[in-house]
Protein backbone atom coordinates (compact mmCIF):
# COMPACT_ATOMS: atom_id res chain seq x y z
CA UNK A 1 0.00 0.00 0.00
CA UNK A 2 0.97 3.44 -0.87
CA UNK A 3 2.44 5.98 1.68
CA UNK A 4 1.67 9.94 1.52
CA UNK A 5 3.11 12.55 3.24
CA UNK A 6 1.39 15.87 3.23
CA UNK A 7 3.10 19.05 3.93
CA UNK A 8 3.04 22.46 3.75
CA UNK A 9 -0.10 23.43 5.53
CA UNK A 10 -0.29 26.61 7.86
CA UNK A 11 -1.35 30.21 8.77
CA UNK A 12 -2.21 32.31 6.25
CA UNK A 13 -3.72 35.55 5.46
CA UNK A 14 -6.93 35.43 3.38
CA UNK A 15 -5.77 36.93 0.08
CA UNK A 16 -2.47 34.79 0.66
CA UNK A 17 -0.98 31.69 -0.97
CA UNK A 18 0.05 28.48 -0.24
CA UNK A 19 1.78 25.01 -1.76
CA UNK A 20 0.51 22.00 -0.55
CA UNK A 21 2.68 19.08 -1.54
CA UNK A 22 2.05 15.65 -1.02
CA UNK A 23 4.97 12.56 -1.39
CA UNK A 24 4.12 8.95 -2.08
CA UNK A 25 6.46 6.23 -1.74
CA UNK A 26 5.99 4.38 -4.57
CA UNK A 27 6.02 5.33 -8.50
CA UNK A 28 3.29 8.26 -9.30
CA UNK A 29 3.37 7.06 -12.59
CA UNK A 30 1.83 3.55 -11.35
CA UNK A 31 -1.35 5.40 -9.44
CA UNK A 32 -4.26 5.91 -11.13
CA UNK A 33 -5.15 9.08 -9.78
CA UNK A 34 -4.19 11.63 -6.87
CA UNK A 35 -6.37 13.67 -5.55
CA UNK A 36 -6.65 16.58 -2.80
CA UNK A 37 -9.53 16.47 -0.22
CA UNK A 38 -10.27 18.90 2.87
CA UNK A 39 -12.31 18.49 5.74
CA UNK A 40 -13.43 21.58 7.82
CA UNK A 41 -14.83 21.69 11.35
CA UNK A 42 -18.08 20.23 11.41
CA UNK A 43 -18.59 19.10 7.58
CA UNK A 44 -17.68 16.32 5.49
CA UNK A 45 -14.65 15.76 3.68
CA UNK A 46 -15.02 17.34 0.05
CA UNK A 47 -13.29 17.03 -3.02
CA UNK A 48 -10.85 19.80 -3.82
CA UNK A 49 -9.28 18.33 -6.99
CA UNK A 50 -7.87 15.48 -8.88
CA UNK A 51 -5.21 14.81 -11.53
CA UNK A 52 -5.35 11.77 -13.48
CA UNK A 53 -2.27 9.13 -14.55
CA UNK A 54 -3.19 10.70 -17.93
CA UNK A 55 -2.62 14.50 -16.64
CA UNK A 56 -6.38 15.36 -16.84
CA UNK A 57 -7.57 17.40 -14.14
CA UNK A 58 -11.06 18.48 -11.98
CA UNK A 59 -11.62 21.30 -9.89
CA UNK A 60 -14.50 21.90 -6.99
CA UNK A 61 -16.17 25.35 -8.22
CA UNK A 62 -15.53 26.59 -5.19
CA UNK A 63 -11.52 26.45 -6.00
CA UNK A 64 -11.62 26.53 -9.50
CA UNK A 65 -9.56 29.68 -10.65
CA UNK A 66 -7.67 29.60 -7.77
CA UNK A 67 -6.49 26.64 -6.66
CA UNK A 68 -3.79 24.25 -9.27
CA UNK A 69 -3.28 20.11 -8.48
CA UNK A 70 0.51 19.45 -10.36
CA UNK A 71 2.63 16.69 -9.76
CA UNK A 72 6.38 15.96 -10.06
CA UNK A 73 6.66 12.15 -11.67
CA UNK A 74 10.67 12.41 -10.88
CA UNK A 75 9.98 13.18 -7.06
CA UNK A 76 6.65 11.31 -6.68
CA UNK A 77 4.85 14.27 -5.73
CA UNK A 78 1.81 15.99 -6.27
CA UNK A 79 1.30 19.81 -5.17
CA UNK A 80 -1.76 21.64 -4.70
CA UNK A 81 -1.08 25.49 -5.16
CA UNK A 82 -3.27 27.44 -3.46
CA UNK A 83 -4.04 30.93 -4.56
CA UNK A 84 -6.92 33.89 -3.03
CA UNK A 85 -7.28 32.22 -0.39
CA UNK A 86 -10.36 32.61 1.72
CA UNK A 87 -11.27 31.83 5.39
CA UNK A 88 -14.06 29.45 4.47
CA UNK A 89 -10.88 27.48 2.58
CA UNK A 90 -9.67 26.67 6.28
CA UNK A 91 -9.70 22.68 6.62
CA UNK A 92 -7.17 20.02 7.03
CA UNK A 93 -6.26 18.99 3.35
CA UNK A 94 -5.44 15.26 2.90
CA UNK A 95 -4.06 13.28 0.05
CA UNK A 96 -5.40 10.08 -1.38
CA UNK A 97 -4.10 7.77 -4.17
CA UNK A 98 -6.12 5.76 -6.26
CA UNK A 99 -4.78 2.85 -8.19
CA UNK A 100 -7.00 -0.44 -8.93
CA UNK A 101 -9.70 -0.99 -6.22
CA UNK A 102 -7.04 0.58 -3.48
CA UNK A 103 -7.14 4.12 -2.17
CA UNK A 104 -4.68 5.32 0.10
CA UNK A 105 -4.59 8.41 2.39
CA UNK A 106 -2.57 10.77 3.88
CA UNK A 107 -2.87 11.79 7.52
CA UNK A 108 -3.44 15.85 6.32
CA UNK A 109 -1.98 19.28 7.07
CA UNK A 110 -4.15 21.63 8.69
CA UNK A 111 -5.02 25.15 6.38
CA UNK A 112 -5.91 28.20 8.80
CA UNK A 113 -6.80 31.54 6.52
CA UNK A 114 -7.62 34.33 9.04
CA UNK A 115 -9.45 36.81 7.57
Known amino acids: QVQLVESGGGLVQAGGSLRLSCATS????????MAWYRQAPGKQRELVAV???????NYADSVKGRFAISRDNAKNTVYLQMNSLKPEDTAVYYC?????????WGKGTLVTVSS
Open 96 to 104: KASYGSIQS
Open 26 to 33: RSILSIDA
Open 51 to 57: ITSGGST
